[in-house]
Each structure stands twice: as structure tokens, then as C-alpha cells.
């Protein structure tokens, strides 16, 4: 099938990508990458009289950090930031992430922005921007609005973004020499979307201690409990409490499903906890 015609606009700067979005009579729809818009163009699952490209628009394009902060752009690709051309402020957590995206002919066209706003709750970006406790950037012609990644998925390809906003660029915390990760993607093979997710990441210097479950039907879940036990008593006794507050939070999904999450959690711990014994 191919897609249905439609008017293709390639915006010099921001506000003028956002007043074609803001033209009710448009209906025109962002165009990034195009790895997930694309396939629902062409099977008409989407049907947009305009797409806007956003991808040569500069204010999408930066990277910058302060002492505690650092912001990326929403149309980094992911071989971008796999790449390092992106500069990295996470201690390679999020290169190694991208790393494990899909296949590389995606990466090169697909963006971090892109797959946020796609709002797969499959997608890796996701898990790992609500895992090191991000911000996602919101523009619209009213102003800018900030949602923390945890929140920021409304239910399985729904999110935050509004038709007329352009997610800009993402907020995350920069951690320090100290800082120690495990991410686990639980998938059949490489290149696929993960069946289970579990990321780790403890920032003693940053008091940032946090764990989160992912590829849930909905919103990643946040571990708190074993957080706290990992900032408390070390990754190894964090471990031991993963499966009761995986089972108390999904108690609704079938057993199997908890079983893939446990264990992609149990395993990012024990990425820290080799990182500790080394
Ligand atoms: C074969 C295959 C395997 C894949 N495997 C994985 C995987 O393992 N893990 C994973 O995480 N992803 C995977 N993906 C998805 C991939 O990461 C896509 O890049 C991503 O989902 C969409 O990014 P994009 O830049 O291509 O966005 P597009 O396809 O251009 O857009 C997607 C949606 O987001 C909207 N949008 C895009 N950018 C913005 C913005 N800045 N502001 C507001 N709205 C915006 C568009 O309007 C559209 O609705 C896979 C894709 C394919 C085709």
C-alpha cells in the first residue's frame, strides 16, 4: 500500500514549524526519521495532509550542559548519540542504548525525539529517560512545558505531545565519575523491539539510586522499594526484592511477562554489582 498524498514542508526554524502545526485546517504532522511514521503512512494508519520536517531545524540540533543539567536535542539520532557525536554526559549509558536499537540502516535515520513522541512502550529511549529521572521538553506557540519522563506516556502510543508541540529536547540529570549503570533488554534477537527491560543506575556523589522495569504494557515501572534498598544495602540484596514489588505492582499481567521483567531488572543489577566487585 502506499500512503495518501499529502504536502511536504521543510521549516527554517522552529516557530515556523510550529504555526503550520497550529493551522487547524492543515492537519499536518511532525516528519523526523520517519522509521515508525513512515510504515503508517504507508498502510494509511496515519493520514496527514502535511508533514512538517523538523530535521534540519537548528534549535533541535544542540547539546549543552551545565554542572548538574545537560539537554539534547530532539532530532539526535541514534546513531548519533551510539556515534558520540552527540556528546554524552551520561557516564555512556545512553551510546550504549542506542547501540542496541533496532538495526543500524534505522539508526541512522531515527531520532531520540521521535521515538518519544512515537510512545511505544516497547521503546528503549523511553525506559531509559524515566529511568535516570529526565525531563521531557514540550514547545508549542503558548510556551514551553516540561513533563518528567515517568509521566510522560498516557497509555501505549499515547503521550504528552500535542498535535500542535514538538517535543525539543530532553533534560537529564549529569552524572558524576561515580556513576555506575546496567541496562538489560530482554528480546529474541538483535534489532527487535524488548519483550523486558530492567535499568539500573546509582549515583552515590548525585544521591541518584533508581531502578525501573520496562516494555510494560503502559508507563515503565519505577522500583522504589528495591531502589532504596540498593542506596542502603548494594545491588545484591536490591536484587532479592525486585520479584515481590514486580508481582504486587502487575499483579494483572500474566506471570511469564513478570518473569521476562524480573529478570531483565535482576540482571542490570548484577551489571553493578560485577562493576563493584572489579
Ligand atoms: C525495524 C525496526 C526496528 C525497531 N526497533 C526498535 C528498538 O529495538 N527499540 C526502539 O526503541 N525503537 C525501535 N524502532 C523504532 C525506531 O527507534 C524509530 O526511530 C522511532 O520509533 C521513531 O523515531 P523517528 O525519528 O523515526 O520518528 P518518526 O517516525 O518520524 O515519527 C514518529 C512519531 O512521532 C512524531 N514525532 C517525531 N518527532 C517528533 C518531535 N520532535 N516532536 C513531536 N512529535 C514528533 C511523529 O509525528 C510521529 O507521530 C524500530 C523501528 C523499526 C522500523
Excluded at 39 to 51: G, W, Y
Excluded at 228 to 245: C, F, S, T
Aim: glycine share 8%.
Amino acid at each position: 500500500m502506499k500512503p495518501a498524498p499529502f504536502d511536504y514542508v521543510r521549516p527554517r526554524d522552529l516557530q515556523e514549524a510550529l504555526a503550520l502545526l497550529a493551522d487547524e485546517n492543515a492537519n499536518a504532522k511532525v516528519f523526523a526519521g520517519g522509521q515508525s511514521l513512515g510504515p503508517m503512512l504507508n498502510l494509511r494508519l496515519a493520514r496527514p495532509s502535511k508533514l512538517v520536517d523538523i530535521r534540519h531545524i537548528p534549535d533541535l540540533r544542540v547539546v549543552r550542559a551545565d554542572s548538574r543539567s545537560w539537554w539534547i536535542g530532539a532530532t539526535f539520532t541514534h546513531a548519533e548519540i551510539e556515534d558520540g557525536v552527540a556528546d554524552d554526559f551520561s557516564c555512556g549509558l545512553l551510546p550504549f542504548v542506542a547501540r542496541g536499537i533496532a538495526y543500524r540502516a534505522v539508526r541512522n535515520r531515527g531520532t531520540v525525539g521521535g521515538s518519544l513522541a512515537h510512545a511505544d512502550p516497547a521503546a528503549d529511549w523511553l525506559s531509559t529517560m524515566a529511568a535516570v529521572g529526565a525531563t521531557i521538553v514540550l514547545r508549542g506557540q503558548a510556551g514551553e512545558r516540561r513533563v518528567p519522563a515517568q509521566q510522560f506516556l498516557l497509555g501505549a502510543f499515547t503521550s504528552e505531545v500535542g498535535s500542535a508541540e514538538i517535543l525539543t529536547a530532553i533534560e537529564l540529570p549529569r552524572l558524576s565519575a561515580m556513576a555506575r549503570w546496567g541496562y538489560y533488554k530482554v528480546c529474541r534477537k538483535t534489532g527487535e523491539f524488548a519483550k523486558a527491560i530492567g535499568v539500573t543506575i546509582q549515583d552515590p556523589q548525585i544521591g541518584l539510586f533508581r531502578i525501573l522495569a520496562g516494555s510494560t504494557e503502559g508507563r515503565p515501572l519505577m522500583l522504589a522499594r528495591s531502589a532504596e534498598i540498593l542506596a542502603n544495602r548494594g545491588p545484591d540484596r536490591a536484587a532479592r526484592e525486585v520479584r515481590d514489588e514486580i508481582d504486587a505492582a502487575l499483579s494483572h499481567v500474566e506471570p511469564g511477562r513478570r518473569q521476562q521483567l524480573v529478570v531483565a531488572v535482576r540482571r542490570s543489577l548484577q551489571k553493578i554489582s560485577l562493576l563493584e566487585a572489579a
